[in-house]
């Protein structure tokens, strides 16, 4: 879930920009049984996460449904003045 979340921060978000690069951080917190993992990016005014359509025949989309199924709908995205955090948690 984690690859996931990373992989669409650098690809969906300024932090990808081969020209002007951003930064894309991760951060792990727990609390009992539970792991919360922030990936914060530098976000973009043209992307925002969102669980595309369901195509059965679509090569890509799927990432935000698998992260949405694993996690059990326990994720989210907030904007901030450096960027974008989108985060997830796991365990009981």
């Not at 921060?9 to 993992?37: F, K, N, Y």
């Not at 992307?47 to 090569?59: F, K, N, S, Y």
């Not at 326990?74 to 948690?89: A, L, Y």
Request: aromatic share 4%; hydrophobic share 35%; proline share 3%.
């Amino acid at each position: 879930m984690a690859c996931e979340a990373i992989t669409n921060a650098i690809r969906h978000s300024d932090s990808g920009d081969l020209e002007d690069p951003g930064t894309a951080t991760v951060v792990v917190s727990g609390a009992g049984r539970t792991v919360r993992v922030e990936v914060l990016d530098a976000s973009s005014p043209d992307t925002a996460p969102r669980l595309a359509d369901e195509d059965l025949e679509a090569v890509s989309g799927r990432g935000l449904h698998l992260l949405d199924i694993l996690s059990g709908g326990r994720w989210g995205s907030c904007d901030g003045d450096h960027g974008r955090t989108v985060w997830f948690e796991a365990g009981a």
